[in-house]
């Protein structure tokens, strides 16, 4: 038997020979090709592999449209659209949640984790790190910067305050705490949330927010003291309403502490929010500022640290001044404009608070739009809102253009630091706090002149307060002018109107008072005549001519200067209108004369019995009026 190796092809050579002939017949370059094919699909094979890896890895990335549902949750309805009140200027409306202090979980950090499992050893760029704000944040940083809004009246305030409850509920049960001022100002408003209380139940049912037992209610008041009228938080509205209607004004309290009363709530009721995980809001109906400011500090860190959002339905500020106006009807049908805390609507005066000579046309009833500081800025910093339900009678102005000079909502200790580094701020409180402080003459402009001596007297009279006006215009003058070095430091429009506003109404007051101290010496030195027959009084008004020296002329115009720069560079604001006030009279002074009737019956009285009966009784009458204003009992407001 053979082996293998004896087994003969025909061509005479083994297998194995065979194979060996036929190597040595194939070209080396045939070999060489076949070598690199197989290399090539070799690595061929081995990139196919990790591109498949790869795919398969970055498709199951996808699994991020997966999670939309899930992301969903960390979002919530943002905007609830529709007109609130019968004069309401918002179209779009917001529950305040979205400027929550504290932000939710970010939608795009799951994703985030889902790269850092997938893909541990992969470096990710540093755009796909940071994590982007979720809506809460970005919103957070519009709400904050003023909180005043103007919703239209009481009744646009609650249907505001309803879409609030609304958002709340939507997240969680909630508890709102109504605290309502009992001074005898506020009983038409507080019965007008009364009647409108029902129709908050019956949007918030049409909302479908909630669940049953998932609002809770509370009624208190405050003054002199905080009155608890639920002992407990009530499910039902009708119990609510009653509550409310129960409130009786307090003739007697002229108090109103409001900050105290806000604590007193929060103490009281903080179980809702800390041990049974509600939402809690405190609803302020006011029309002052509270006597109590000085508490606020404390008593925002109190309601911060509990989580609660305090809302305020209050009146405007006025303009730059601590008292704003009430129209008050005593019960013998005579009306009267009875002075009340309402402002100012900045944590200092910032606007020198003196008088325009020839009148201030409803300029001291104005408003800037804003709520008083210390309840708009416990409003901000709790997430809450100021909502406007009664503006002055005075002028008003754009909420679009004042928003941009909003008052500096900070605590009162950072204020006065600010007051420190910058000369220019501290120079105008400084001046706005005198010129409040002390009493400030108003020239006298109106003289009796039957004969000469008569108005020589009067004259030396109404000189006699000239050298403590000069004095006090003086004091203001130098004040500001130590801050017009760092003027050019300041960034905030307000404080720049703010600042050449009280610059150049202080350097016109002292053009005007010295050139009514000169008129006067020369009509005292040499008496005008009368023109028409039957005249006997003399009348001081506005004039272009400057009857003095070229330093008073000096003044008058850096007086202009300043400003016609205040109308130029903040038109349609408060600090504008003022300023065209001071321009619209010159500043120089003339004489007009007219005539008296009363002065005239007195003269006349001396040589005719018949008048003296007809000046008694003009006097009688004129005693009445006197006596019956002095006998009515002003209302503790």
Avoid at 62 to 70: F, G, N, V
Avoid at 223 to 245: I, M, W
Avoid at 359 to 371: I, Q, T, W, Y
Avoid at 402 to 408: E, H
Wanted: include cysteine.
């Amino acid at each position: 038997m053979s082996s293998p190796s004896d087994i003969r092809s025909p061509d005479g050579f083994d297998a194995e020979g065979r194979f060996s002939h036929l190597l040595r017949e194939i070209p080396a370059w045939v070999i060489s090709l076949a070598m690199h094919l197989a290399v090539l699909l070799v690595l061929a094979s081995i990139a196919h592999e990790t591109l498949a890896q790869r795919e398969k890895t970055i498709t199951s990335l996808l699994d991020i449209d997966e999670t939309a549902e899930e992301q969903q949750a960390y979002k919530f309805d943002a905007t609830v659209l529709d007109q609130v009140g019968s004069e309401g200027n918002l179209t779009q409306l917001s529950p305040s949640l979205a400027a929550a202090k504290i932000a939710g979980p970010t939608p795009q950090e799951p994703v985030e984790e889902q790269f850092e499992e997938r893909l541990p050893d992969v470096e990710l760029p540093p755009t796909i790190e940071a994590p982007l704000p979720n809506e809460a944040a970005l919103v957070e940083y519009v709400d904050l910067t003023g909180m005043t809004e103007h919703p239209g009246g009481v009744d646009g305030a609650i249907d505001r305050i309803t879409y609030e409850i609304a958002g709340s509920l939507k997240e969680r049960r909630t508890l709102v705490v109504w605290l309502f001022d009992v001074s005898q100002s506020l009983k038409a408003r507080r019965e007008a949330i009364a009647d409108r209380f029902e129709n908050v139940y019956r949007q918030l049912g049409l909302l479908k927010v909630g669940s049953e037992g998932a609002l809770k209610t509370a009624i208190a008041s405050y003054g002199s003291r905080t009155q608890f009228l639920t002992d407990d938080p009530v499910d039902s509205f009708q119990a609510a309403v009653e509550k409310v209607r129960s409130i009786e004004s307090d003739p007697e309290s002229s108090q109103e502490n409001i900050f105290g009363a806000v604590a007193d709530v929060t103490e009281k009721w903080k179980r809702y929010r800390t041990k049974r995980r509600r939402n809690m809001m405190i609803v302020v109906v006011t029309d002052e500022r509270g006597d109590d400011y000085d508490r606020m500090d404390d008593v925002i860190s109190l309601v911060k640290r509990h989580g609660i959002r305090v809302h305020c339905i209050g009146n405007s500020a006025i303009f730059g001044r601590e008292h704003g106006f009430v129209r008050w009807v005593y019960e013998d049908g005579y009306t009267e404009d009875r002075p009340v805390d309402r402002g100012p609507e900045s944590a200092a005066l910032e606007r020198l608070q003196l008088a325009f000579w020839g009148g201030e046309r409803g300029l001291d009833r104005m408003s800037a739009g804003f709520g008083p500081f210390a309840l708009t800025r416990l409003c901000a910093e709790t997430g809450g809102m100021f909502l406007v339900a009664e503006e002055p009678t005075g002028p008003t102005f754009d909420p679009a253009v004042m928003k941009s000079y909003a008052p500096d909502y900070i605590p009162l200790d950072e204020y006065k630091r600010q007051l420190v580094e910058n000369l220019t701020k501290g120079a105008l409180v400084q001046a706005a706090v005198a010129a409040k402080a002390e009493d400030i003459p108003r020239p006298r402009t109106y003289f009796i002149a039957t004969n000469d001596n008569v108005l020589r007297e009067q004259i030396n009279e109404a000189q006699k307060p000239f050298a403590d006006l000069d004095y006090h215009l003086k004091k203001l003058h130098t004040a500001l002018r130590s801050g017009e070095a760092a003027r050019k430091q300041l960034a905030e429009p307000r404080w720049r109107a703010g600042y050449d506003l009280a610059r150049g109404r202080a350097l016109a007051m002292r053009a005007r008072a010295h050139g009514y101290n000169a008129i006067l010496a020369e009509m005292k030195r040499s008496p005008k005549v009368f023109q028409k027959e039957g005249n006997n009084a003399w009348r001081l008004v506005a004039s272009s001519d400057i009857i003095a020296g070229p330093q008073i002329k000096t003044l008058a115009q850096e007086a202009k200067e300043y400003l016609t720069r205040v109308i130029d560079e903040h038109p349609n604001t408060p600090w504008a209108m003022l300023a065209e006030r001071e321009l619209g009279v010159p500043l120089g002074w003339e004489w007009r004369e007219t005539y008296n009737r009363m002065a005239d019956l007195r003269a006349r009285a001396q040589n005719d019995p018949q008048v003296r009966v007809m000046l008694a009784e003009e006097e009688q009458k004129a005693r009445q009026r006197r006596e019956k204003v002095v006998g009515r009992k002003p209302p503790n407001l």
